[in-house]
């Protein structure tokens, strides 16, 4: 399978305790994405990175979250000090960068419950 | 007000049916415009990409009024297979702005 791969695909944790995410986008995409997805709503954004320079952060990304990208390949999303509203599907996607318009392609996703 | 802000759901429609999904959005520099599809508890796929001169990929066709900021969606002929939540989606500065989704659930 050569799509977009995150793991774990489920987490539950005690509020206050510290998880990460990790997402494995497609080899040849230099753009990686990351949205949160609550019950009932479309996906937002919150961060993206360009090869390992993150390029933007949307003011969801509270400072109790962090976003990797170390080698240009695979990314982590580390939330500390969880929240119950944390609560959420978390999306990964990627796409070339040949342009902005260029399709991104989402992984399963990692579904966080926050107790 | 929501960026892109979509038809209220659930539709519930029979096989056969045509069913129109609308989707309006406040930025007038968005870039482009998709649909997207999500079945329950996955990821959402891209449906189709939607132009200013309207496309058509077999049973569904998308529309976009950049005037008036508006994009639609429609379904003709809709199968029992149909029935999953439709995202319109517009792409800003290289990150996507999702509407909140219509469910679509297509009954026998």
């Known amino acids: 399978d050569t799509g977009v791969s995150q793991d774990p695909r489920h987490k539950i944790t005690k509020r206050g305790q510290n998880v990460t995410f990790r997402c494995d986008p497609i080899s040849e995409h230099n753009r990686l994405y990351w949205y949160r997805q609550t019950l009932g709503q479309g996906p937002e954004f919150l961060t993206y990175f360009q090869n390992e320079a993150q390029l933007e952060k949307s003011r969801l990304l509270s400072d109790r979250f962090s976003a990797e990208r170390p080698k240009g390949s695979f990314s982590t999303l580390e939330i500390q000090r969880t929240e119950q509203g944390d609560s959420a599907m978390y999306l990964c996607?990627?796409?070339?960068?040949?342009?902005?318009?260029?399709?991104?392609?989402f992984g399963p996703g990692t579904r966080l419950l926050v107790l | 007000r929501k960026e892109v802000e979509q038809d209220p759901g659930p539709f519930n429609v029979p096989e056969g049916a045509t069913v129109a999904f609308n989707c309006t959005y406040s930025?007038?520099?968005?870039?482009?415009f998709f649909w997207y599809r999500q079945d329950c508890r996955k990821e959402p796929k891209l449906l189709m990409s939607?132009?200013?001169s309207g496309n058509e990929d077999g049973r569904f066709t998308a529309q976009l009024n950049r005037a008036s900021q508006y994009i639609s969606l429609l379904i003709r002929d809709s199968k029992l297979s149909d029935s999953a939540t439709y995202l319109c989606v517009v792409h800003q500065g290289g990150k996507l702005i999702f509407g909140q989704g219509t469910e679509l659930s297509v009954k026998p």
């Open positions: 930025n007038s520099a968005s870039q482009s």
């Open positions: 996607a990627s796409s070339p960068s040949r342009g902005f318009q260029e399709t991104q392609y």
């Open positions: 939607v132009y200013s």
